[in-house]
């Protein structure tokens, strides 16, 4: 918890003024729909002084308050509501602070055991009583064996929350829940135990007549069992999506080092990162993580930046230069002098952006939740004025509570608790298959309003490695001789400019010859001996033929990195290198403009490389040489001027504004920070992907809200009917069913996407 105090006022202010307000966040337990984050936000924000907003996909409050306003007061009003709530806990500095996985929380690893249990005993419960050939006798009493600990046991987080909101004077999809799976299992009590239903030889007819003399001997035991147990499965699936907020943050984290190399009285010492401090000396070796953001003191190499920027081109440092936490040393030996330490390091930072983005996050919008406060009590209200209107007419308590448990029945909101999760399930997977990952319900929403799509270069358009793009060979100068003898020298380095030449001269030019007497010139190039030749690569010639200055001033017009070449004295040619842009990026742009998307290139890469890479593939607005912090910023921009922006990015560096866009798109192939932080993970790393995603999340998204206007228009269509005796309770389970099927079957033609 974090907690910020605003200076006192000066003594012209104001009384409204003249206390000081503090920000305080809360853990907020027992939530269970997005009008339960509704009404704890109400009951803080009725206290004098105080400012709440609560975000249930979180489950975190975040509250200003007055000083006289005490914590102890904040989680007292939240208790009384009918919540539980506490402080967070204080980060610990190493990694194990972060959250667990999803699946090692215990509260859904209880909520999947009690899935799993309830669906097993419920499956033989429906389908005897839905097929009237498999019963046999006595298999009501086995039903009610199988029905009563789903109902009891299972429905128990349901039913404990309905007595939760009737004792606060409201209602959810929990009191639903509760009273139409009670009452059914009630009916079913009573129709064994008092009725004939508990005879030997009994059987369970599947009829459409209407008969009000035969509710003593009939159940519903299938309507309870299976009712819970496919409100089950929506919860489960909801609540796996909501864990997933602390793992972009757990991404994040990980990349540090646990471990660093310190120089104390000119000894190393080997150290857990979290006792470092500013001013001590580390030292870094080739392919380590540098532990901690500093300054190069000894030593030159060229720094992999790519985890953390997602820039390929790498870094060359020497001493004097800043280096980043969570980077990786690919060169030779450096002496890094510590400059900022745990929560002030770069790393931290974005991982604090993140996290801020993240609760800033629109709340889901559930419009079963919003519609049962006031759908539930009506139901209610309808099924005791049928009760008493029937027995007041007829004088027949069997008819009139057959009347009225079709009432609770018919209204049961089974076809609701479906309608986004089955629709879900089918949208997920076929986005599976063609390499997309939706992560949740609120995805969908923000993919129907999106009209700007922000892409992040390096990863994305182009393929994140530096590849071999152009050889230009000076007269008299064979090509494949040229090739031959730069990649033989740059194939002893490690610089991935190097690797890259080194690996396009032997796709070229064949088998390279070994080279010898290398020699790294730090920040210049690299010279040696190849075929008793003496061969220099790099920035390591002054004057060049007025043919290859033109050639290597248009490879850098066009973003790309010139290598001159020479042997024996003589400049040779001239290679163009650079971060290639993928063979799709073209198309996956003219696809995402049909979708009335208009694209933006955002990259931290320098303007004359972006600019050549956005006249490649047809994007017209261009935003460069930002720095990984200010991409959230230029997110919030673009939102502060009305648009409802999509952003697609691969690194760390990506997932604040990942986070912070209205829908965040995670190329798979980048780093697990960006995937985690985004709203649909594009498995392939294929931008091509991105329009299918958004489609897809649109198509999800009209089946469910296809599946919600069925669920609630049927309920509303079959109440009067079942009020009016038109359906006896057999037939209203049929008629719910019927409804569950059919939902089912809506969200199974999403599996026909292509």
Known sequence: MSSTTTPAPTAAAKPSEASATSEVELLIGGMTCASCAARVEKKLNRMDGVTATVNYATEKARISHPAEVEVADLIATVVRTGYTAEEPA?????AEAVPAEPSAHPELSALRHRLLVCAVLAAPVVLPAMIPALQFDNWQWLSLTLAAPVVVWGGLPFHRAAWTNLRHGAATMDTLVSVGTLAAFGWSLWALFLGDAGMPGMRH???????RADGASTIYLEVAAGVTAFILLGRYLEARSKRRAGAALRALMELGTKDVTVLREGRENRIPVDRLAVGDRFVVRPGEKIATDGTVVEGASAVDVSMLTGESVPLDVGPGDAVTGATVNAGGRLVVEATRIGADTRLARMARLVEDAQSGKAEVQRLADRVAAVFVPVVLLIAAATFGAWLGLTGDTVAAFTAAVAVLIIACPCALGLATPTALMVGTGRGAQLGILIKGPEVLENTRRVDTVVLDKTGT??????????????????????LRLAGALEHASEHPVAR????????RAGRLPPAEHFENVPGRGVRGRVESHEVAVGRLFDDLPPDLARARDEAERRGRTAVVVGWDGAVRGVLAVADAVRETSAEAVREL?????????????????????????????????VLPEDKVAVVKRLQAEGRV???????????????????????????????????LTLVRGDLRVAADAIRLSRRTLAT???????????????LPLAAGGLLNPML??????????FVVTNSLRLRTFR
């Open 732 to 741: 209203a389970g049929a008629a719910m069913a019927f409804s569950s099927v």
């Open 645 to 679: 922006v999509a952003m697609v990015g691969d690194g760390v560096n990506d997932a604040a504004a990942l986070a912070t866009a209205d829908l965040g798109l995670a190329m798979g192939t980048g780093t697990d920070a960006a995937i985690e932080a985004g709203d």
């Open 500 to 507: 890259a030449v080194a690996a396009g001269a032997e796709e």
């Open 461 to 482: 358009v182009t393929t994140g490695r530096m590849t071999l793009q152009e050889v230009y060979a000076a007269e008299g100068t064979d090509e494949r001789e040229l």
């Open 704 to 718: 469910i809200k296809g599946n919600l206007v069925w669920a609630f228009g049927y309920n509303v269509a079959a």
């Open 593 to 625: 403009r049909a979708l009335g998307l208009a694209p933006v290139l955002l990259t931290g890469d320098n303007r004359t490389v972006a600019e050549a890479v956005a006249a490649e593939v047809g994007i017209d607005e261009v935003v460069a040489e």
């Open 205 to 211: 007819p599947f009829e459409l007549t209407v008969s």
């Open 90 to 94: 204080p980060p610990a500095p190493t």
